[in-house]
């Protein structure tokens, strides 16, 4: 018989645990939902099996990843349909009793000048009050070759006078603004923060550390600058931290080549210090946990995935942990 294909359910099937603290009220801040052309879909159906494979999810956040897109129309208004897109699914998901989809991250070209205006209005109206922020992801390596998901992203996007301006628009609009970039551009990060105080940026998945191609073995050496530099990060009161996104197979864990997934404790073991150290810097104030499935669920399962990050913090307060589980995404997000 064949060996589970990591990240199947035949393969996250080999380690169940039993639910820690199954009470605890959660609010996922970051996942995803796409409809492909292969068939490899993620829709209400997949997320609802896994947030309801035994902990608290009340709510979600979804975060863009250019699904759903429009395929006529003014190019500069296509994305918008991924608003429609899941704005339509999370009617559906308010009409259960299961975990709602309370808000929407979009996508917009923060420097796209006058028309940034007219694409923010047109999210708006999409999504109505699930539309809550904008992401344009940083991300950029100079040798993505060995990278599962290369970002998109120009050179340099966070020193860009006009990239600046964009943020400076979802300040004055109330909006946040979320960022996924690798860990060799956290300081151009840090600059960035600094240079648009009065808008709310939001850090995902650490900065991510990478740990695959040219980044494999040197992941102590790369974690002590990443230390300094969440730490810069941090001294920015406008920021935000993402707590979760560090078993994507870019972090190089290798969790995703296994021929069975990792435990809750094995992913306590190897990735502890990362969240508590980003906890030290932000506060349990400016810190939310995220899943970011369904991109993690090569790595690991939901319900152990929940698990690891309920062991990490297990002895923070009851406050602490609402915190950083729920009451941080719900102002956040105006949920």
Request: glycine share 8%; net charge negative.
């Amino acid at each position: 018989m064949a060996a589970p294909v990591p990240g199947s359910p035949a393969w996250h099937a080999q380690v169940v645990e039993e639910i820690v603290d199954p009470d605890r009220v959660i609010v996922d801040c970051h996942h995803h939902l796409w409809r492909r052309p292969d068939g490899n879909n993620y829709l209400l159906e997949d997320l609802w099996r896994d947030t309801g494979s035994g902990h608290n999810i009340q709510k979600t956040v979804f975060v863009e990843c250019r699904a759903g897109y429009r395929s006529d129309g003014p190019d500069h208004l296509k994305l918008v349909g991924e608003t429609e897109f899941v704005a339509e699914i999370a009617k559906q998901s308010a009409q259960s009793n299961k975990p709602v989809i309370a808000a929407i991250v979009a996508h917009a070209d923060l420097t796209s000048g006058d028309a940034l205006k007219e694409v923010l209005e047109a999210h708006r109206a999409a999504g109505d009050e699930l539309f809550k922020g904008i992401r344009h992801a940083g991300a950029h390596d100079e040798d993505p070759s060995a990278l599962t998901i290369p970002g998109r992203a120009v050179k340099g996007l966070y020193d860009r006078h006009d990239f600046k301006q964009g943020l400076t628009l979802l300040g004055r609009l109330g909006l946040t603004y979320d960022t996924w970039h690798y860990h060799h551009q956290n300081r151009a990060f840090a600059r960035l923060a600094k240079a648009v105080p009065n808008t709310t940026l939001v850090l995902d998945h650490f900065g991510t550390p990478l740990g695959v191609g040219r980044f494999a073995g040197r992941r102590e050496e790369i974690f002590k600058q990443w230390q300094k530099d969440i730490a810069e990060i941090a001294s920015c009161d406008n920021v935000v931290a993402k707590l979760g996104g560090l078993a994507m197979p870019d972090n190089g864990f290798g969790w995703n080549q296994r021929p069975i997934p990792p435990t809750s404790d094995e992913f306590v073991a190897a990735q502890k210090k990362y969240y508590l150290h980003a906890i030290e810097c932000f506060g349990t104030d400016r810190c939310m946990f995220e899943s970011n499935f369904p991109v993690d669920k090569s790595s690991i399962s939901y319900h152990v995935l929940i698990n690891g990050l309920k062991k990490i913090v297990a002895d923070f307060s009851e406050d602490e942990k609402d915190a950083m589980f729920s009451n941080n995404a719900t102002r956040i997000y105006r949920l």
